[in-house]
């Protein structure tokens, strides 16, 4: 069993920084494929970032693409997301994703191929 908890969410301004961190426990974090999602409210829950296994390869929403950066650090079993030029519409409640690696290369992004969820962050931006 896979656990997740996220941290580093709050409220900053529009144009601000946060960086979100995700502890995994239960497994080692080298041989999971992580991944972000965020949920605002009355939407549905939308892949932000992921990265395979190996770490080597990474996908993004092209919302965010250029302003967030997802990475890992197998040592610490953490995956971070490192979000610069927050907007308003980034404000969500941002949840970390884990399934077991299978290709080195592969990066997911549907919500339904990852069986470990933490409980979420929530990030605000105001405008």
């Known amino acids: 069993q896979v656990q997740l908890v996220e941290s580093g969410g709050g409220l900053v301004q529009a144009g601000g920084s946060l960086n979100l961190s995700c502890a995994t426990s239960?497994?080692?974090?080298?041989?999971?494929?992580m991944g972000w999602f965020r949920q605002a409210p009355g939407k549905e829950r939308e892949f932000v970032a992921g990265v395979s296994w190996s770490g080597s390869f990474t996908r993004y929403t092209d919302s965010v693409k250029g302003r967030f950066t997802i990475a890992r650090d197998n040592a610490k079993n953490a995956v971070y997301l490192q979000m610069n030029s927050l907007k308003p519409e980034d404000t969500a409640v941002y949840y970390c994703?884990?399934?077991?690696?299978?290709?080195?290369?592969?990066?997911?992004?549907?919500?339904?191929?990852?069986?470990?969820w933490g409980r979420g962050t929530q990030v605000t931006v105001s405008s």
């Open positions: 994703a884990a399934r077991a690696g299978v290709d080195y290369y592969v990066v997911h992004v549907r919500s339904n191929e990852y069986p470990y």
């Open positions: 239960g497994r080692a974090s080298s041989s999971l494929a």
